[in-house]
């Protein structure tokens, strides 16, 4: 069986650290509550191993219109920690955490920890503590709606 995606939010993780941009797209991402975010980052992200327990981060949730952040952030192929992936998107940063401008919603956040699950041991699930963030509105973007 082979199923592509189970239909989700894009969204993205990013921040600024040790004088570099890291950025990502992260689809597999929940609320699990009203201040905690739980999301699947692979290994072979140079972000998510950039992240640590502790790292201030930003959590962006894209809208329909920011579809070219989703390919640009999501982008397979420059999964590379010399490659500036957010050159040309307009983003705030606060305290590190590194936040997609006029993205749905926008959330920084503190990571609270990185968990290992059997069967998926090479994935880092961080687990997050949401600080401050603001809704801007607009229709979620979802992997349903990019061309695959």
Same mark, same amino acid.
């Given at each position: 069986?082979?199923?592509?995606?189970? /239909? %989700?939010? $894009? &969204? *993205? *993780?990013?921040? +600024?650290?040790?004088?570099?941009?890291?950025?990502?797209? !992260?689809?597999? !991402?929940?609320?699990? =509550? #009203?201040?905690?975010?739980? !999301? !699947?980052?692979?290994? +072979? @992200?140079?972000?998510?191993?950039?992240?640590?327990?502790? /790292?201030?981060?930003?959590?962006?949730?894209?809208?329909? #219109?920011?579809?070219?952040? #989703?390919?640009?952030?999501?982008?397979?192929? @420059? %999964? @590379?920690?010399?490659?500036?992936?957010?050159?040309?998107?307009?983003?705030?940063?606060?305290?590190? =955490? $590194?936040? *997609?401008?006029?993205?749905?919603?926008?959330?920084?956040? +503190?990571? *609270?920890?990185?968990? %290992?699950?059997?069967?998926?041991?090479?994935? &880092?699930?961080?687990?997050? +503590?949401?600080?401050?963030?603001?809704?801007?509105?607009?229709? #979620?973007? %979802?992997?349903? /709606?990019?061309?695959?």
């Amino acid at each position: 069986m082979e199923i592509k995606a189970i /239909d %989700h939010n $894009v &969204n *993205i *993780i990013a921040l +600024q650290k040790n004088g570099k941009n890291y950025g990502m797209c !992260c689809a597999w !991402c929940t609320q699990a =509550a #009203a201040d905690k975010l739980i !999301c !699947c980052v692979g290994p +072979q @992200s140079a972000t998510g191993r950039a992240i640590e327990k502790g /790292d201030i981060i930003g959590f962006s949730n894209l809208n329909k #219109a920011q579809m070219p952040i #989703a390919f640009r952030l999501g982008d397979i192929n @420059s %999964h @590379s920690s010399e490659t500036d992936k957010l050159a040309g998107i307009d983003y705030t940063v606060d305290e590190g =955490a $590194v936040l *997609i401008n006029d993205a749905r919603v926008v959330v920084k956040c +503190q990571v *609270i920890d990185i968990l %290992h699950l059997p069967g998926i041991e090479m994935e &880092n699930i961080l687990y997050l +503590q949401m600080a401050d963030g603001k809704e801007n509105g607009g229709e #979620a973007l %979802h992997i349903a /709606d990019l061309p695959m």
